[in-house]
């Protein structure tokens, strides 16, 4: 039964040791997968390469489905895995801000450190500029901190969100993405080529 | 020789076959865990952590920094920071393995690397604050989030790629 660590199946002693292991392999499948290069993700906003787009969709449908069926049998206790709580204002607003991040910059966080590991200088001043971001964040938290609070929501899953079943909600997921991967697809073969 | 080494570094995964090693990775962290994985929180404690060894009084009198300090558990001490580190061996590893390892400025040949490094800084910054909002980046509220079945994932997918795309036009002469 799990999760391991939270029942105490696996001390939590080994907790860094796991935490290296699982940050290796999340690295190697990133760079490996071509999030390295900025102008590689940037090609899902202009059509040329939608590499973001399927490997992000089919991690989120592979990770949903499974922790569905390891809940059906038993083998993981689903009210022990963390729901990040919704705050709908700060959500929206952080979500935008990040927005404008990932179009400027063309990393996100995780992606940037993989661009620094293989030597990308443009993503190690990305990630340099995180640092000054967090700082400015917190210097100016007063300012911000009335709309990181609000419309707490708690730690809402989408499925009372809409109010439907964690099975049919997956399955309607999964419905959506499989057109989504074909007509991508189409169109990453009718935009002109990008060299990079 | 040299084209083959080329054509060596030009091999990345299938995105699907890509896509089904990061869920099955993230399934098995939900499953050891119980929490998903994540990146801007790595930064966040060490920006914690830097800022509590040089002042610790501006740390603990910040009503943000703040909420990371405890006295038995050190910031940096934190199952992100770990991840972090291993993100950085495995990435390096697999740049390694495909001849990508390379110290350069990658950019369109339409800008110079100064623009590039410019906009790029902008993008971190911006990145850095909006994730302390979102309470996490792709990999943390989007990815993990989504997989967990939490509201805000979708609001932060939605948000942030969206955002992004309709910014993208004013943004193209940096990328096409």
Redesign the interface.
Same mark, same amino acid.
């Given at each position: 039964m799990?999760?391991?660590?939270?029942l105490g199946i696996?001390g939590s002693e080994w907790?860094?040791v796991?935490?290296?292991?699982?940050?290796?392999?999340?690295?190697?499948?990133?760079?490996?997968?071509?999030f390295?290069?900025?102008?590689k993700l940037?090609g899902?906003?202009?059509g040329?390469d939608?590499?973001v787009l399927?490997?992000?969709?089919?991690?989120?449908?592979?990770?949903?489905l499974?922790?569905l069926y390891?809940s059906y049998l038993g083998? &993981?206790d689903i009210n022990?895995?963390?729901?990040?709580?919704?705050? &709908?204002a700060?959500?929206?607003?952080?979500?935008?801000?990040?927005?404008?991040?990932?179009?400027?910059?063309?990393?996100?966080?995780?992606?940037?450190?993989?661009?620094?590991?293989?030597?990308?200088?443009?993503?190690m001043?990305?990630?340099?500029?995180?640092? &000054?971001?967090?700082?400015?964040?917190?210097?100016a938290?007063?300012l911000?901190?009335s709309?990181?609070n609000s419309g707490n929501?708690g730690?809402?899953?989408?499925?009372?969100?809409l109010g439907i079943s964690?099975p049919l909600?997956v399955f309607v997921v999964i419905l959506v993405a499989i057109p989504l991967?074909y007509i991508v697809t189409r169109i990453e073969k009718k935009v002109k080529k990008?060299n990079? | 020789m040299k084209s083959n080494q080329k054509e060596r570094s030009k091999k990345?995964?299938n995105?699907?076959f890509?896509?089904?090693?990061?869920?099955?990775?993230?399934?098995?962290?939900?499953?050891?865990?119980?929490?998903?994985?994540?990146?801007?929180g790595a930064?966040?404690s060490?920006?914690v952590a830097a800022?509590h060894t040089v002042t610790p009084d501006f740390a603990e009198q910040?009503?943000?920094?703040s909420k990371f300090i405890s006295d038995d558990n050190h910031p940096m001490?934190n199952?992100?920071v770990?991840?972090?580190?291993?993100?950085?061996?495995?990435?390096?590893?697999?740049?390694a393995l495909?001849g990508?390892?390379?110290?350069?400025?990658?950019?369109?040949p339409k800008i110079t690397s100064k623009r590039?490094?410019i906009? !790029?800084?902008?993008?971190?910054?911006?990145?850095?604050?909006?994730?302390?909002?979102?309470?996490?980046?792709?990999?943390?509220? !989007?990815?993990?989030?989504?997989?967990?079945?939490?509201?805000?994932?979708?609001? !932060?997918m939605?948000?942030?790629?969206?955002?992004?795309?309709?910014?993208?036009y004013?943004?193209?002469k940096?990328? &096409?």
């Open positions: 799990g999760p391991l660590i939270p696996i907790d860094l796991i935490a290296i292991l699982i940050g290796f392999a999340f690295g190697f499948i990133l760079e490996s997968s071509g390295s290069s900025s102008r940037a899902v906003f202009y040329y939608f590499v399927k490997v992000f969709f089919t991690a989120a449908i592979v990770a949903m499974g922790l390891f083998w &993981i022990l895995v963390f729901v990040n709580p919704t705050f &709908i700060s959500s929206i607003v952080g979500g935008i801000i990040m927005g404008v991040g990932f179009i400027s910059g063309g990393y996100c966080p995780g992606t940037s450190f993989c661009g620094a590991a293989i030597g990308k200088i443009d993503a001043i990305f990630t340099a500029g995180m640092f &000054i971001g967090i700082l400015v964040f917190s210097e938290f007063p911000f901190e709309l990181y929501l730690s809402l899953k989408i499925t009372e969100t964690a909600f991967f990008v990079y | 990345y995964f995105p699907y890509g896509g089904v090693l990061l869920g099955l990775l993230l399934l098995l962290t939900f499953y050891i865990t119980g929490r998903g994985l994540g990146a801007s930064v966040k060490t920006v800022v910040s009503h943000y920094l001490n199952w992100l770990f991840e972090t580190l291993g993100i950085l061996a495995g990435a390096f590893l697999s740049g495909s990508r390892l390379k110290l350069k400025v990658e950019h369109s590039r490094l906009f !790029a800084a902008m993008g971190g910054l911006l990145f850095g604050i909006g994730s302390q909002l979102g309470r996490g980046c792709t990999s943390g509220a !989007a990815l993990s989030g989504m997989a967990s079945l939490a509201t805000s994932g979708f609001i !932060a939605i948000t942030i790629f969206g955002t992004a795309f309709v910014f993208a004013l943004f193209r940096n990328w &096409i």
